[in-house]
Structure formats: C-alpha cells, structure tokens
C-alpha cells in the first residue's frame, strides 16, 4: 500500500508488458472489477536545488500555496527540500486509457513522481481523444495521489491502483479533491478576428510571464457559442493563452483587456475576450 493511494508496490523482476523503465499494472474499482477507460498520471518532483533554474524565482506564498492544493493521501509526505506541483493541472506522462482488462502501461524516465490513477466523465465539446482537462467533478473516479516513487534508469514498477467515485467517495477522501468548481475564476469567449465564436479551444493560465508547453492551469475546451471557464486554486495574477491540444504549441492571440489578469481569491472575472489570430507569417 504506498501512502493509503489503494495500490500496490511492487519492483519487477519478471516479464511484463512494458518496454523499458516505469509503470505498469492494473486500475480495479471499489469491488475488484478491472476498469475501462481509466488513465494513469505521472506528475515529476523536482528537488529544488537542481531545479532552480527552470522553476525560475517563486513567488513568496509558493509553499503555503503547494501545502493548501497539494491532493495527496494522509501518510504521504513532502520530502525536504522539494518542490510539488498542483496535481489539477497537466501530468507530466500519461498512459493510454485502459481496455476491459484495467491494464495500463506508462512509460516513464528516471526520477521521482507521484501517481495517479482516475476515470474521467465525458466533458462538453472535447475534442477527440478527450484530453480530461479542468478540475475533477462528482462524476469522476480517482485513486489516492501516490507518494513519492522513485523510477531507476530503465527499472520498472508493477503498481496496481483501485479508484472510487467521488461522488460517493468517504468525507476524507473527497475532502482532497476538486470535486467541486470552486468560486475563484475566469469566465469568458473566444473568437476569430471575425467575432465568430470559436469551440474546442483551451485556455491556459500560467503564473509566470514565460509560456510553457506544460501549461500551469487548463479550461476544459471551449463550448460551441465560444464560452470558457477557467478554474484557479486562488486569486493572483495570471499569464492567459490558447492552445488546441495539450503539449501543443500556443496559438497566437489577443486577450482583452490585457494578456495579464488579476484576480481575486473567491472572485470570478468575466468578460473577458480572447482573439484567436491568424498564424504568424515566416
């Protein structure tokens, strides 16, 4: 059991299905029953001395903000000297969504992650492949975040992961979670340079100026009259674009009024346009 997640640690020393190092297992629910379309997540943590450079200069309430959103069970603790991420936003690696047998294969570098295991309900205008993006809600599954694992070069690990549904999970478990939308947000449309609205489209939040290919925070893809709604832990400023896919490259646009946005904790700014431009010409 790794940190009361409901899953099993187990190093190979035997075949298994995967090739080269990291995970594999099986996703089962509540009753033992194997689970289709469930995916595994890998978020990476960082040590912060190495990884200094790359977080860039954190603002002064990044560690109060880490413990208060971190989603991990009870047992699982930080180690000194890392740096979280916000496991609401994009994992680092993800699996395949699993078939009627639950069996999931990630492959994964050497390093340090946590995982998770969750089933996601169909969203509004998702694009094709579902990219599970926006915060968990009650009709959602998930496992408890593991703590910590550590992956050797080419080493590979068999952890078996059972999910609950989150709608009727225990006030512990669900306490953890982001089953609900939460009341700080930015709420808004987009468009063409035309003013046809545009669906599909994601936006994205980061906390610092330079974008990022990993993005911070994710709407869930725009609905067909263009509107967005994108949830953030808590107020602060926030650095807006548009991508069409996860991993994607950004897209040019305009936001108004300003591609930063100040928001408040427990506030909601709306009214807030983004232009999707024309590609840039070489």
Request: net charge negative; hydrophobic share 35%.
């Amino acid at each position: 059991l790794i940190g009361g997640c409901s899953c099993s640690l187990q190093r190979v020393r035997y075949s298994s299905p995967l090739e080269g190092g990291g995970a594999w297992g099986v996703i089962r629910n509540r009753e033992g029953q194997p689970v289709a379309g469930a995916r595994v997540h890998a978020y990476e943590v960082f040590p912060m001395e190495e990884d200094k450079e790359d977080v860039g200069e954190a603002p002064p309430d990044i560690e109060t903000f880490l413990r208060e959103e971190l989603e991990v069970s009870p047992e699982a603790e930080k180690g000194p000297g890392t740096l979280e991420v916000d496991f609401r936003g994009p994992a680092d690696y993800k699996s395949a969504l699993t078939e009627q047998d639950g069996l999931y294969i990630l492959r994964l570098p050497e390093g340090d992650f946590r995982l998770v295991a969750r089933k996601r309900a169909p969203r509004e205008a998702a694009p094709p492949g579902d990219i599970e993006v926006g915060p968990l809600t009650p009709e959602d599954y998930s496992s408890w975040i593991s703590e910590p694992v550590k992956f050797g070069e080419d080493e590979q690990l068999k952890l078996d992961f059972v999910i609950q549904s989150l709608a009727k999970a225990t006030p512990s478990f669900r306490g953890r979670y982001a089953i609900r939308a939460g009341n700080t947000a930015i709420k808004g449309v987009i468009r063409d340079a035309s003013g046809a609205p545009i669906s599909g489209l994601l936006v994205v939040a980061n906390r610092r100026p330079k974008a990022s290919r990993r993005p911070d925070f994710v709407s869930r893809p725009s609905a067909q009259d263009g509107s967005f709604t994108l949830h953030l832990p808590k107020g602060g400023q926030y650095y807006l674009g548009l991508m069409d896919e996860l991993w994607g490259e950004h897209l040019p646009c305009r936001v108004e009024p300003g591609q930063t946005i100040e928001v408040n904790t427990g506030g909601i700014r709306e009214r807030i346009n983004i232009i999707r431009l024309e590609e840039d010409l070489p």
